[in-house]
């Protein structure tokens, strides 16, 4: 159990629709990561956010946001979904921004 | 552009005997290397990881070694066991605190 909590494990929601991914870092841990895992790829970094600033962004989608709250949980919210947008969503936690990252168990969202 | 590759999909390795996972890379501005091991329906777990500074680092079973010269870094385990079947990944970062660049995994399986 790394201490990272993802919710819901799974997701299933139509074309156009948004949805809200929801991440529970480590106690302790202020820095979250965001990424996305197609089929059988590798993960694609998305967004990190810090005590709740952020910090520095990747290959993110206009139509994705992320936010990190004062309790240091964060969600990632996806709109206008497309049948590509289906795939694993990891969020992952640190201390302070250091290595390593420690995931959760992703939230596996399929848009029909 | 793939900057961290791992070339081999899959290797199927005998019980007991030594399992090598390769990864190349292309960015010379990476400096730390991790690996990860992925289970089905659970996030990456951190394995191992090495700085740019050393050319190699074990733990356990598992040994790292990084040969800056050739962009390469190889993951080996000895002895190999039934519960290192899995998926294992390798990442890179440019800065110890930012974000990781995945490879594409290479699934291991481990034959009794």
């Known amino acids: 159990d790394s201490g990272v909590t993802q919710t819901p494990k799974h997701l299933i929601t139509a074309t156009g629709q948004r949805v809200t991914l929801r991440c529970s870092p480590r106690?302790?841990?202020?820095?979250v990561y965001w990424y996305q895992q197609s089929l059988d790829q590798g993960l694609q970094f998305l967004i990190q956010?810090?005590?709740?600033?952020?910090?520095a962004k990747g290959n993110i989608l206009e139509r994705f946001s992320a936010q990190q709250f004062p309790d240091l949980h964060s969600e990632l919210n996806l709109s206008s979904l497309e049948l590509g947008d289906s795939a694993l969503y990891f969020c992952?936690?640190?201390?302070?921004?250091?290595?390593?990252?420690?995931f959760g168990d992703g939230t596996r969202l399929s848009i029909l | 552009d793939q900057q961290v590759k791992q070339n081999s999909p899959s290797l199927s390795v005998q019980e007991g005997r030594i399992s090598i996972l390769n990864c190349d890379y292309t960015n010379s501005m990476f400096d730390y290397f991790l690996w990860y091991k992925k289970y089905p329906a659970e996030g990456p777990t951190f394995l191992i990881s090495?700085?740019?500074i050393k050319d190699k680092n074990e733990d356990g079973r598992f040994t790292v070694f990084l040969n800056k010269s050739a962009k390469h870094l190889s993951l080996h385990i000895v002895p190999s066991q039934p519960g290192d079947s899995a998926v294992y990944f390798c990442?890179?970062?440019?800065?110890?605190?930012?974000?990781?660049?995945w490879g594409a995994g290479t699934k291991l399986i481990i034959k009794p």
């Open positions: 992952a936690s640190n201390r302070d921004g250091d290595q390593p990252q420690h």
């Open positions: 106690s302790g841990d202020l820095s």
């Open positions: 090495i700085s740019s």
């Open positions: 990442a890179a970062s440019a800065n110890w605190g930012y974000q990781l660049i």
């Open positions: 956010y810090y005590n709740g600033e952020e910090r």
